[in-house]
């Protein structure tokens, strides 16, 4: 397995979900950047900035990959569309923050200007801060509706996921908000009706509706995850640890086929 090395700290918590998940992928896969590179119609350079943070893989991309690996492309290209926005928010406010810095340099090495017999007219100076205060207001009004499309808080999404069809609806961590746990035994195996999966590998960072599952499952068994949140943290891991131990399989903490299997007994 490939020795990653960590994803900067400023990434995007949506952008390192998905690098974490294309991550998984490649290692499952067992194909080299260069093995990557000849399957697919990316570079083994591209496929370097993507796997580490420092490129947001473009769509086609991750559908690829996704294709390549067997995964579940619908679910990895919703997680693709909420980095996406993410990644083209913060690049806007860092284009932003460029030039306020570059006119403030202007400003202190440019030669003083003759400005006339005067001030500026005090009409010029309103209608600037006016448009100021217009701009401001645009940014937040467009944060706030990002951030109702992503939270949805009129919505109640405590049930199984569906967004209609068989697309599962994207996953959106809230922290510290517990989702219910209602597990019932559907075609011999045991289900808390947030996924089917059997082969999702999840490990720490890894976040969606399938974590979810398995802390639900793992709570049905008396191993406590803590807070069902579908966020794979250390106290869930630790539950999957003695979990595994208990059922005899490799303790490692990461949750895959074999661990799966036990779950849904």
Not at 27 to 48: N, P, V
Not at 168 to 190: H, I, N, T, W
Request: glycine residues 10%; charged residues 25%.
């Amino acid at each position: 397995m490939t020795r990653w090395t960590e994803l900067p700290g400023s990434l995007d918590e949506s952008v390192s979900r998905l690098v974490v998940q294309l991550r998984r992928l490649k290692d499952h896969s067992g194909l080299s950047l260069s093995s990557l590179a000849a399957k697919t119609s990316y570079s083994r350079s591209s496929w370097e900035r993507y796997l580490n943070g420092r490129a947001l893989p473009p769509r086609e991309a991750v559908e690829q990959l996704a294709r390549l690996c067997g995964a579940d492309v619908p679910r990895l290209l919703v997680l693709h569309e909420v980095a996406e926005q993410s990644w083209a928010q913060e690049r806007q406010e860092k284009e932003k923050k460029e030039p306020d810095a570059q006119d403030a340099q202007d400003a202190q090495g440019a030669p003083p200007v003759d400005a006339g017999p005067g001030p500026a007219p005090a009409g010029h100076r309103a209608g600037r801060w006016t448009a100021v205060l217009v701009g401001a207001v645009v940014v937040l009004a467009v944060a706030l509706v990002s951030v109702l499309l992503l939270t949805r808080p009129w919505e109640e999404d405590d049930g199984p996921p569906s967004s209609g069809g068989d697309t599962p609806a994207p996953f959106v961590f809230v922290q510290g908000r517990s989702r219910p746990c209602d597990v019932e035994k559907k075609g011999g195996e045991l289900r808390a009706g947030y996924s089917s999966t059997h082969t999702t590998l999840m490990d720490l960072k890894s976040s969606g509706w399938e974590v979810l599952e398995a802390q639900c499952l793992l709570r049905y068994h008396g191993y406590d995850p803590g807070i069902t949140d579908g966020s794979y943290g250390e106290r869930s891991k630790a539950a999957a640890q003695r979990f595994q131990k208990d059922r005899g399989l490799v303790v490692d903490g990461i949750v895959g086929p074999d661990t799966w299997e036990e779950l849904r007994r």
